[in-house]
């Protein structure tokens, strides 16, 4: 589907839509979101939090950057700043497909959705 790559661990399909989100994103959030999502694309993860924390923290509702956010956050080995990135992402997720990929990692975190 739709989120088979963010499934296999990367979010590398989201470049060529950047503007997958069903509701637009903030301007300012989406330029955030897509030199986050370049930096974590090229495997610099800092950079992709310090860029995806931003574009959260200026479209709260921006599911797409909480999820890549948490996926950045596993690749440094902050699972509890992973899991708090997925359970925003989950709860403002329009697209289910996005849920579903969601749900699965917080599952492999060992969180149910909705719970801690």
Same mark, same amino acid.
């Given at each position: 589907?739709?989120?088979?790559?963010?499934?296999?661990?990367?979010?590398?399909?989201?470049?060529?839509?950047?503007?997958?989100?069903?509701?637009?994103?903030?301007?300012? @959030?989406?330029? /955030? #979101?897509?030199? &986050? %999502?370049?930096?974590?694309?090229? =495997?610099?993860?800092? $950079? !992709?939090?310090?860029?995806?924390?931003?574009?959260?923290?200026?479209?709260?509702?921006? @599911?797409?950057? /909480? #999820?890549?956010? &948490? %996926?950045?956050?596993?690749?440094? =080995?902050?699972?509890? $700043? !992973?899991?708090?990135?997925?359970?925003?992402?989950?709860?403002?997720?329009?697209?289910?497909?996005?849920? /579903?990929?969601?749900? &699965?990692?917080?599952?492999?975190?060992?969180?149910?959705?909705?719970?801690?």
């Amino acid at each position: 589907g739709e989120w088979g790559a963010a499934r296999a661990g990367g979010p590398q399909h989201l470049m060529a839509a950047p503007a997958a989100s069903p509701r637009p994103a903030a301007p300012a @959030a989406m330029e /955030a #979101f897509d030199a &986050g %999502l370049h930096a974590y694309v090229d =495997g610099d993860d800092t $950079a !992709a939090c310090d860029h995806l924390a931003r574009a959260v923290d200026r479209d709260p509702a921006f @599911a797409e950057a /909480a #999820f890549v956010l &948490g %996926l950045a956050r596993l690749r440094l =080995g902050e699972r509890d $700043a !992973a899991r708090v990135a997925f359970e925003q992402a989950a709860a403002t997720a329009e697209d289910p497909s996005l849920r /579903a990929v969601v749900v &699965g990692r917080l599952a492999e975190l060992g969180v149910a959705a909705g719970g801690r």
